[in-house]
């Protein structure tokens, strides 16, 4: 009986500290469906000629959503905009950095530093800006990670992040956002004034998905 007792207690303590998945914050909405279509100055045009993440096997298990677009200005600059959205974040499958992808679609990578991404009311975001070079022109970027309430700017960070959040019970959502441009120069303010736009123009739910608890 003491023997039996002590299994059936192990067993209820190893069930309570099971991870349990976060709930899918946008259920059966496509990301389409929340995504507008008119952010700030820029405005929808295509959905097609940006750098995905490998098309294998791998990708398909990583997301649930996946969204690109290309938006364009007046003036005529344009941004890329890529979201790739998972509901579950298990710690063996996690989402393709673009220091990964660029490389893999034939571009060089050129630098890959901090960036400390300033929000519309204040305070920043940890982001990455990235410099590539192609054959056929040039991209710069900045993206960032979300694992649950974490933004993991290095492969080594977002592992720890999915450790954090599995010792207390969680398996985490994961999310990247990555917004490009082929204008050549710094191209910080255009990204960053993007992803301003972006936020504001987002709903609550998109800006949850997108940000987090800082929303």
Known sequence: MLVGGALMLAAAAAFLRT???????????QLDDIMPARI???????????ILPPADQLRDKIYSHL?????????????????AYSGRQDGTLQVHRPEVCYPASG????????????????????????????QVRNEELVYWTRIGPHFPTTWGQEHLAVVQENMAGRIPDGLLVRISTGVNGDTRPILDGFAD???????????????????
């Open 40 to 50: 700030g100055a820029w405005t929808y045009q295509t959905d097609s000629g940006l």
């Open 67 to 83: 969204l690109t677009r290309i938006y364009q200005r007046e003036d005529g600059a344009s941004v890329m905009l890529l979201i």
């Open 19 to 29: 991870p349990r998945p976060t709930p899918d914050p946008l259920g059966k909405t």
């Open 107 to 134: 571009y060089r990578l050129v630098s890959s530093e901090p960036h400390a991404l300033p929000l519309p009311n204040s305070g920043t975001l940890p982001a990455r800006y990235v410099v590539t070079e192609g």
């Open 197 to 215: 736009d972006l936020i504001k123009a987002a709903g609550p739910r998109l800006r949850h998905l997108l940000i987090g608890n800082i929303a």
